[in-house]
């Protein structure tokens, strides 16, 4: 009897704790009594229609850059040049190799830090097999009941004339930031930035530029895609993910398909794959505490009681991310065989087989670390790896810094309904070229979006709202009237 009440004192005290980690061990870190902005007054139809012209000049950007369209870039400067006389009166214009521009503003206190907005002029192509399925001209740039329809309009010139709009806005009201700010537009960031957004970092560091933090797209305002959070949340970028291409390659003889070895160099290969697959990265789900640390107040009990004591629950908590791919590729080193390539002829054996993997890169890994992993996994010497196209994963921004609070302040005083929570970008964007000249960089646009909003970008019918495309003018002119140490 004495046993069984200590068993049973002990499983109270046990449940106990369970419980008071959960209710406490997540306190409320939204801001409730931000004051909401003051209303300003935007000319919506005016920018909505330059929006609309920025949409109809086709800046794409090819994988074969022979296709690169000089005069589309050049015409976009123009609009750029055309359309706001106050900044391009009073901010000093750079061209950075041919078709990237910045622009620096100076603020009115030199003793403050500058700090960089970003965003990109170009954009990805529209598939020629899903053009039909396009309701307005994807580069019509066509207004209809509210909406502006076409390519760029979220990703990403969205960004580009909406910082414009807002600084133009504040300088015709006769204000000056008090940071001296810098503009940094792309040509580039749809295959990679290495022309454009890399030669703009390299201009700053020539020049001695550092940053207090820097802006770019990435996260957005989701809503429904948080489980079991009802309320949207305006997720923001505090790292992105590394990436490489490992190429596995198997040299065989070759020869005619009528006499094969036991083991064609496609077999090889097949069997290097099969090892890769069944040699996935361990979960690693340091990268999502800050995510937890914020929006757990928020989560069910149920929820909470697991990621409070995963002590106890710490699998369960796991294996519930890795079910679903998009969890799963925020605590995890991603593996993805996407390229195959055998002999050119059914009857006859490859003299070379070869396999792509791209791996999306979790802090902490690095490009040397994934190749070994992927070597050891298939520890055969026949198949050799070797790394293209890599990029390390960036550094983790902080969450206490000026420009983190900044942001959060500013999207709670937009929208006081709106959660906050910083994130991993899983993508690539052309911040990672620019971690060098901060230790605040920022991944974020003040954008309204769902599932079926996320697949329009790089999709079909890509579009904004004249109403969400004005909230993101309001919020780069909030920031950008804010810029001062008194967050």
């Given at each position: ?13 046990i449940?106990?704790l ?7 061990q997540?306190?409320d ?11 300003i ?11 609309a ?21 050049l ?26 521009l ?10 403050l830090?500058?700090?960089?907005f ?13 053009a ?7 580069f019509?740039g ?10 760029g ?25 008090q ?17 454009g ?28 895609m ?55 990265f361990?979960a ?20 909470r009681?697991?990621?409070a ?11 519930s991310?890795?079910?679903d ?40 890994d690095?490009?040397?670390s994934?190749k ?12 050799t ?23 959060r302040?500013?999207?709670?005083a ?5 959660l ?5 970008v ?24 769902n ?18 495309y ?18």
């Open positions: 009897m004495k046993k069984l009440l200590a068993l049973a004192i002990l499983l109270l005290l449940s106990g369970l419980v008071f980690r959960a209710t406490s997540f306190p870190r939204q801001l409730h009594e931000v004051p909401p902005l003051a209303e007054k935007l000319d919506g139809k005016s920018m909505a229609s330059r929006l012209e920025a949409i109809r000049i086709p800046t794409i950007s090819h994988d074969d850059r022979s296709n690169f369209d000089v005069e589309a870039f015409a976009f400067h123009k609009l750029l040049g055309d359309n706001y006389p106050q900044i391009n009166a009073r901010a000093q214009r750079q061209v950075v190799n041919e078709y990237s910045v622009y620096r503003i100076e603020g009115a206190d030199p003793g830090k500058p700090v960089l970003m965003g990109h002029m170009d954009v990805v192509p529209v598939d020629p097999a899903t039909n399925d396009w309701k307005q001209d994807p019509g066509a207004i209809v009941d509210g909406v502006i329809w076409g390519r309009a979220m990703d990403d010139k969205l960004t580009v004339m909406a910082l414009m709009e807002a600084m133009e806005l504040l300088l015709v009201s006769g204000e000056t930031p940071r001296t700010v810098y503009f940094a537009f792309g040509h580039d960031e749809e295959v990679g930035g290495e022309d957004a890399a030669k703009v970092a390299e201009y700053f560091a020539d020049e001695g530029v550092s940053f207090e933090f820097i802006l770019d797209e990435g996260g957005a305002v989701t809503e429904g948080i489980p079991g959070v009802d309320a949207p949340v305006a997720i923001i970028g505090i790292a992105e993910k590394g990436y490489v291409n490992l190429h596995l390659t198997v040299d065989a003889p070759g020869g005619h398909s009528s006499q094969p070895p036991p083991n064609t160099g496609a077999g090889i290969l097949a069997q290097a794959i099969v090892k890769v697959e069944d040699n996935l361990p690693d789900l340091s990268t999502m505490d800050a995510n937890f640390a914020y929006l757990g107040h928020y989560f069910p009990f149920t929820t009681l697991a990621l004591n995963r002590w106890l629950f710490g699998p369960v908590v796991e294996r991310l890795l079910a791919p998009t969890t799963a590729a925020s605590i995890r080193t991603t593996t993805a065989v996407t390229m195959l390539k055998g002999s050119s002829k059914s009857n006859i054996l490859p003299t070379q087989a070869k396999a792509v993997v791209n791996l999306r890169i979790l802090p902490g690095t490009v040397a994934v070994a992993h992927i070597e050891a996994a298939i520890d055969d010497e026949r198949v790896v070797t790394a293209h196209s890599a990029h390390e994963p960036s550094a983790v921004s902080s969450t206490e810094s000026f420009g983190f609070k900044l942001l302040q500013t999207i709670h937009l929208d006081n309904e709106v906050v929570a910083p994130y991993l899983q993508g690539g964007t052309d911040a990672k070229h620019f971690v060098a000249l901060s230790d605040s960089v920022y991944r974020f646009m003040m954008v309204r979006a599932r079926e909003t996320m697949r329009r970008i790089h999709g079909v019918n890509e579009q904004i709202s004249v109403e969400s004005l909230e993101a003018v309001r919020f780069y002119h909030a920031l950008l009237r804010d810029l001062g140490d008194n967050v």
